[in-house]
């Protein structure tokens, strides 16, 4: 019985290899490493079922979020929104591609809504999010968005509201311009040191990982949202 139990449990959580199609990027993976995002793309990548599990409880902690959303009668709401975005690179054409946890209608004005499940609250919106959520901005002609994290422990809340920054979104068509060019030469960028080091998949490939990784934030796990 135990074993059986073990097994449903096992499949539940199992995901299917992840090999994103080149040509198309996403705005919850570009703010990665440069290498490790290469890696992803040329190799695949199999999510452990620690990170499985990781991820069904952020999954979760969204579904909680949308169910309290959809009670009020005074939103509107459009959840698992697709937005692409398309960039002249050289003679061909690159997408940014993804889907935005939420969109808000509230007194006549569309708010995009990005929600992170986390172990410990920051003191202030995360880097990595904060360049996530720009293409979102950009795509959907919004000037500010909304980062909620909720504490997994808790189910305690914290929410920062974040500007478009037009700088900030031409270094993630940056990123997204550099990683077309390596994958299609098939020369991969240089490694860089980032608080992902210790996190990352492929560091017993990566020379960088040797050297420790730089602070982490509160909150490390990246992941590929189509």
């Known amino acids: ?61 969204h579904d909680f979020l949308s169910g309290a959303l959809k009670s009020d009668g005074t939103l509107t709401c459009e959840f698992e929104k697709p937005i692409v975005l398309a960039v002249k690179h050289g003679e ?5 591609s993804g889907r935005v946890d939420a969109v808000l209608s509230v007194n006549g004005e569309n708010v995009v809504l990005e929600v992170k499940s986390i172990s410990k609250l920051p003191g202030k919106s995360l880097e990595h999010h904060v360049m996530q959520i720009q293409p979102y901005l950009l795509a959907l002609n919004n000037q500010r968005g909304l980062i909620v994290y909720l504490e997994k422990h808790r189910l305690s809340w914290r929410i920062f509201e974040v500007p478009f920054d037009g700088k900030l979104m031409d270094s993630i068509l940056k990123r997204a311009k550099t990683l077309h060019e390596s994958l299609t030469s098939k020369n991969p960028p240089k490694p860089e040191r980032s608080w992902e080091c210790k996190y990352c998949e492929f560091g017993s490939k990566c020379e960088e990982s040797k050297l420790g ?14």
């Open 1 to 61: 019985m135990f074993k059986v139990i073990e097994e449903c449990l096992k499949m539940a959580l199992t995901r299917d290899l992840e090999k994103p199609t080149i040509g198309v990027y996403y705005p919850s993976l570009l703010p990665s490493r440069l290498l490790r995002q290469y890696r992803i793309y040329r190799e695949g990548i199999a999510v452990s079922l620690e990170k499985s599990g990781v991820f069904k409880i952020g999954e979760l902690l």
């Open 92 to 96: 061909s054409w690159i997408r940014i």
């Open 213 to 226: 990784p730089s602070s982490p934030p509160p909150s490390s796990k990246v992941l590929l949202k189509k």
